[in-house]
């Protein structure tokens, strides 16, 4: 049974996103464990709409930054500007300084712009000139990016992906949920029924009962050997690091509170293994040769490693 105030959001979401349920729980997961999101998907299904409708049911402040090669470091974290009233350089925000930044088609943008974005992201701040700004509380990054081959994209380096607590995958929506798509084109944008049904300490507070979920210490071990056999695979290269281990068991913990529990078992874990450690995978070159895919390859280990007994 999904607990009562996450049944709410996700309500409230639902109506702009239409037949996406596990990708609306997915996501609130992800902001509940304080962790970043990176969407990739086609465009036109959705994914700006997705965050925006979020940013709404929970009453972040939101703003939105759309990458492109122009785009600069300064227009994520801010920049110093001289005030000839006070004699002083002052701080201007830059889109970073929200609740929620949703940063659109990611992978369009300069490595230099990237590296300030990564700062935003892993460390909580924004630094100019040499002075740190810190985010406002709470804090989430949602990312999107258009398939990897598309025109005017390139590949995020692997330090980056690892800062993603998830990626997920939006996907066409069925028949009977395009038509009622199609119904709602007319009138008003259906995002703007969205409303707040939390504040921003509702979220604070949602994020600390999270943390308070009881882990076992077998399912700590289970985690960890997850982790590990990724790194042991012959057909990986690169396996997940040690913050993949602390992600899974972040947002695993906000699957057993969605769900109504105060502990984590086995299946909260299994849900979420290929979400948060997909993007972290490299494969050895053969892969793709012998018809295998990175998702294949983490079946394989989930396979492997046997789970606690209840």
């Not at 069925?174 to 119904?183: M, S, T, Y």
Request: proline content about 6%.
């Amino acid at each position: 049974m999904i607990h009562p105030k996450a049944l709410s959001i996700v309500s409230e979401v639902r109506k702009a996103v239409v037949g996406k349920d596990p990708v609306i729980c997915k996501v609130l997961m992800a902001i509940l464990a304080q962790g970043h999101i990176l969407l990739e998907d086609n465009p036109g299904v959705g994914k700006t709409t997705l965050a925006l409708a979020f940013s709404k049911a929970m009453d972040l402040a939101y703003n939105r930054i759309q990458f492109t090669p122009e785009v600069m470091p300064a227009d994520v974290v801010g920049f110093s500007v001289y005030s000839r009233v006070t004699g002083k350089f002052e701080y201007r925000p830059g889109a970073a300084l929200c609740n929620l930044l949703l940063a659109d088609e990611i992978n369009r943008t300069s490595a230099k712009t990237q590296s300030a974005l990564l700062e935003v992201m892993e460390e909580g701040q924004a630094t100019v000139d040499g002075v740190a700004h810190l985010l406002p509380r709470p804090y989430t990054v949602i990312a999107t990016q258009n398939p990897v081959g598309s025109a005017g994209t390139q590949l995020l380096p692997e330090s980056q992906l690892d800062r993603f607590m998830i990626r997920i995958s939006i996907g066409y929506p069925a028949l009977e949920n395009e038509v009622r798509i199609l119904k709602q084109a007319r009138g008003a944008r259906a995002v703007d029924s969205v409303r707040p049904v939390v504040s921003l300490n509702d979220v604070t507070a949602l994020q600390e009962e999270v943390e308070s979920v009881h882990v076992a210490e077998e399912l700590f071990v289970y985690i960890a050997r997850l982790v590990a056999a990724t790194r042991e695979h012959p057909l990986i290269r690169l396996g997940a690091s040690p913050r993949a281990g602390t992600a899974l068991l972040r947002i695993s913990r906000a699957s057993a509170w969605m769900n109504g529990r105060d502990y984590l078992i086995p299946a909260d874990v299994r849900a979420l293994f290929h979400n948060v450690l997909e993007h972290r995978i490299v494969p050895e070159p053969q892969v793709k040769l012998e018809g295998l895919s990175v998702t294949d390859l983490l079946a394989e280990v989930l396979q492997s490693v046997p789970a606690p007994k209840p």
